[in-house]
């Protein structure tokens, strides 16, 4: 039977130098689902995804994604396998126009000139707003519009796991819902997601699935519904009391 986890994590410990943040993650992460990740700031959010997408080392613990152990692998290997991280800032390169920035996320792809037009046109027919500013700069764009750039450029790599790192941080409600919707239609399609997300609402409402960190470890899973419910959850992440 096909492996029906996209990414699999057993005893993960990964850090900083001498700096330990991430103390033994166990989580498995099933294809075609979208799975959000929250905690508090300095809960080890952004270092797992990190080490994941081979920009840290994994210090221990095994990190599979379809059967292969990526645990050792370079950031250009785990890329190459579909795993793609959307860092949170969005990176982009501010000089460059939209359309650079986009060629950028194909760059480790041997694709033809014509596949490439038709992963562009994919990237467009998701956010129709990059296409109508394609030849501009990047740096001058709204902070939506930059993330809308970062996750296309992300898509240019051509995904079978996209790891986003703070969707809606410093976004307007609406441009919000705008990328929920992208969101939701490119997991219609078969993309397995994983979201880092300060809005625990959004997060929740959004995913099949969901792990809460803690001080460098997973403390609680579950499905949204199932931890928007948690009491726990709700004190700690929404400031609702329970009577």
């Known amino acids: ?17 001498e700096v330990q943040v991430l103390w033994g993650i166990d989580l498995s992460l099933r294809k075609g689902e979208i799975t959000a990740l929250i905690g508090s700031n300095g809960a080890g959010k952004t270092t797992l995804m990190r080490a994941v997408s081979g920009l840290i080392p994994v210090q221990s613990g095994s990190y599979r ?11 250009a290997h785990i890329l190459s396998r579909g795993i793609v991280h959307v860092p949170e800032g969005r990176r982009l390169f501010g000089a460059m126009s939209i359309e650079d920035n986009l060629l950028m996320g194909a760059y480790s792809r041997t694709i033809s000139s014509a596949e490439t037009k038709r992963e562009m046109d994919r990237v467009y027919t998701t956010f129709p707003k990059l296409r109508e500013r394609r030849h501009q700069a990047a740096a001058t764009l709204s902070g939506g519009e930059q993330q809308m750039c970062a996750i296309g450029r992300g898509l240019m790599s051509a995904p079978k796991l996209l790891m986003i790192d703070e969707l809606s941080l410093g976004l307007s409600p609406l441009l919000v819902e705008q990328l929920v919707a992208a969101l939701r239609s490119l997991n219609a399609e078969g993309m397995s997601i994983l979201l880092v997300e300060q809005d625990v609402t959004i997060a929740l409402d959004l995913c099949d699935s969901a792990f809460v960190m803690d001080m460098g470890r997973i403390v609680r899973t579950g499905s949204g519904p199932e931890l928007l419910a948690d009491p726990i959850i709700r004190d700690a992440y929404l400031g609702v009391l329970e009577d």
């Open 1 to 17: 039977m096909a492996d029906a986890s996209i990414l699999e994590l057993k005893g993960l410990r990964a850090g900083y130098g």
């Open 65 to 75: 994604s379809e059967g292969e152990d990526l645990s050792r692998a370079s950031a």
